[in-house]
């Protein structure tokens, strides 16, 4: 009789001076999200990365917003990121690479990425407005890079076209979730299995 898997879940706070912010993630999820930064957009992202990765995310972030929301933007992409990282353990049986096509009204975005623990981010995205409410655009970069960093991915993004800022970013997320969910999912033919000739990632 074969045992259950083990969840594939982890929790992570980090605090500093600027910041104090707990994550937890379940990567067997079912898409659900409890999202509160104290940035609105950024909660809509994140939401957007639990629903279409089928991951259930929790984030509690507390930060120097009265600065601006850099700080508070990148820690959380870093203690998420960590998470993703714990909860994949030595990535046995993972599928290893994702990658997904999204199409937003006149926008399409390509995201493709190897859960290698090797980070690297490729981002190819560009706006036409400094800001999308009061969030800095070139925060989005901040936290995919961190995102990346902590979480062990070598990730691409490319915007190929688009106009709505929204909707660009938008994408992103989206590819990112997707892409995501399709790397971190268990290989059935190799559910035992370290993908990578080396036999460790």
């Known amino acids: 009789m074969s045992s259950a898997p083990a969840p594939r879940v982890a929790t992570v706070a980090r605090k500093t001076k ?3 912010i707990e994550v937890s993630m379940n990567l067997d999820g079912s898409g659900t999200s409890d999202v509160q930064t104290g940035i ?6 994140l939401d957007q990365l639990a629903k279409h990765g089928l991951f259930d995310i929790k984030v ?15 820690d959380v992409g870093l203690a ?4 993703l990282s714990k909860a994949l353990g030595d990535r046995k049986g993972i599928r290893r690479y994702g990658a997904a096509i999204i199409p937003m009204d006149e926008t399409r975005t390509d995201v493709a990425l190897d859960a290698s623990n090797r980070p690297y981010l490729v981002w190819k995205v560009q706006f036409s407005r400094p ?3 009061e969030m800095d655009t070139e925060l989005f970069k901040e936290w995919f890079q961190a995102f990346a960093q902590m979480g062990g991915l070598t990730l691409h993004v490319w915007n190929q076209y688009g ?3 929204h909707h ?3 994408s992103c997320f989206k590819g990112l979730a997707r892409a995501l969910r399709q790397a971190v999912e268990i290989d059935p033919r190799a559910a035992q299995a370290v993908p990578s000739t080396k036999g460790v990632l």
């Open 163 to 165: 106009e709505n800022n």
């Open 168 to 170: 660009i970013v938008e």
């Open 18 to 20: 600027e910041t104090d």
């Open 80 to 83: 998420l990121g960590e998470a």
């Open 131 to 133: 800001k999308l409410g």
């Open 40 to 45: 609105g957009f950024l909660d809509h992202m």
């Open 60 to 74: 509690r972030a507390k930060g120097d917003l009265h600065i601006d929301f850099h700080h508070t933007t990148e």
